[in-house]
């Protein structure tokens, strides 16, 4: 199953519309991290099949109908989708802790946003991966990014790929 992931569009719809043509074609499904939900809009009219959670400033983060964190199954690996990777204050009560939920081992892999950083690490045994922003400008000096990622039963293949020049920024595969 191929899922591509983006998160922090914060309303860049031109950006967010170049990353969903090139998904569109390439993957099954894509998740979108928050920081705008409303920005999704642009998914909807492509018709493009996604998932996504709220950032942690938006509205839709105190609504308790909209899951803040979400736990979805791909080819049998237990995915995570948070904007955090860890608590924040903005919460609801019943919101769990990233962090516990990795520490319990209910996750093989977290999805995660709000930094505006591409990262893929593995910590305790735990696919990390962020897949940067989509801002055509932004203060931590990153360039607009996205990720693909490739489930399949015995491993994960995550790669960040720069929106504009296309290039491969990380990549990394992760077994069980």
Same mark, same amino acid.
């Given at each position: 199953?191929?899922?591509?992931?983006?998160?922090?569009?914060?309303?860049?719809?031109?950006?967010?519309?170049?990353?969903?043509?090139?998904?569109?074609?390439?993957?099954?499904?894509?998740?979108?991290?928050?920081?705008?939900?409303?920005?999704?809009?642009?998914? %909807? @009219?492509?018709?493009?099949?996604?998932?996504?959670? $709220? *950032?942690?400033?938006? +509205?839709?983060?105190?609504?308790?109908?909209? !899951?803040?964190?979400?736990?979805?199954?791909?080819?049998?690996?237990?995915?995570?989708?948070?904007?955090?990777?860890?608590?924040?204050?903005?919460?609801?009560?019943?919101?769990?802790?990233?962090?516990?939920?990795?520490?319990?081992?209910?996750?093989?892999?977290?999805?995660?946003?709000?930094?505006?950083?591409?990262?893929? %690490? @593995?910590?305790?045994?735990?696919?990390?991966?962020? $897949? *940067?922003?989509?801002? +055509?400008?932004?203060?931590?000096?990153?360039? !607009?990014?996205?990720?693909?990622?490739?489930?399949?039963?015995?491993?994960?293949?995550?790669?960040?790929?720069?929106?504009?020049?296309?290039?491969?920024?990380?990549?990394?595969?992760?077994?069980?």
């Amino acid at each position: 199953m191929k899922v591509g992931v983006l998160s922090d569009s914060h309303g860049e719809l031109g950006n967010l519309r170049k990353a969903a043509k090139i998904l569109a074609n390439q993957t099954d499904l894509i998740v979108h991290l928050g920081d705008d939900w409303d920005d999704c809009r642009v998914l %909807e @009219e492509r018709g493009s099949k996604f998932i996504r959670v $709220p *950032g942690v400033f938006s +509205s839709y983060y105190q609504d308790p109908q909209i !899951p803040n964190r979400r736990i979805e199954d791909f080819e049998g690996w237990r995915v995570l989708l948070t904007h955090s990777p860890s608590s924040h204050k903005n919460d609801l009560p019943q919101d769990e802790d990233p962090e516990d939920i990795v520490a319990a081992e209910r996750v093989d892999v977290v999805l995660y946003g709000h930094t505006h950083i591409p990262k893929i %690490e @593995e910590l305790h045994g735990t696919l990390w991966v962020n $897949p *940067g922003h989509l801002k +055509s400008e932004d203060k931590k000096g990153h360039p !607009p990014s996205y990720a693909l990622l490739d489930f399949h039963p015995e491993g994960v293949q995550a790669k960040i790929i720069g929106l504009e020049e296309g290039g491969i920024l990380l990549t990394r595969s992760f077994h069980r």
